[in-house]
């Protein structure tokens, strides 16, 4: 009787409640995962030592430069790209 008690047991064991993350995300988790600003489109600033010359900011895949008056210089498939159009765009404009 003991040893059909345990095999019953085992056989069943697989029927207990799953844990908290095994389940499906809390229907509400989108929603507020939706509020949180993106990293990767948070805008960065390039000093030159004291000025502002210019910002970038990614964005699926892309790098967007600003000059130092938030005109758009263009779209960059790397972030070193970006950094140095912003960087050329100033020369240029001093």
């Known amino acids: ?5 345990q095999a ?6 697989h029927d207990a409640p799953r844990k908290r993350n095994d389940r499906a995300p ?4 989108s929603r507020v995962a939706a509020g949180r600003p993106d990293a ?6 390039i000093y030159d030592g004291t000025d502002r010359i210019g910002s970038y900011r ?5 790098w967007h430069a600003f000059d ?7 779209v ?3 972030e070193g790209e970006a950094q140095n159009a912003v960087c050329a765009a100033a020369e240029a404009a001093s």
Request: avoid cysteine; charge should be positive.
């Open 76 to 78: 960059f498939a790397t």
């Open 1 to 5: 009787m003991h040893l059909q008690n």
């Open 68 to 74: 130092r008056r938030g005109k758009e210089i263009g």
């Open 26 to 29: 809390h229907p509400g988790a």
């Open 40 to 45: 990767a489109a948070a805008q960065r600033s």
């Open 58 to 62: 990614g964005s699926n895949g892309a």
């Open 8 to 13: 019953r047991q085992r056989k069943h064991r």
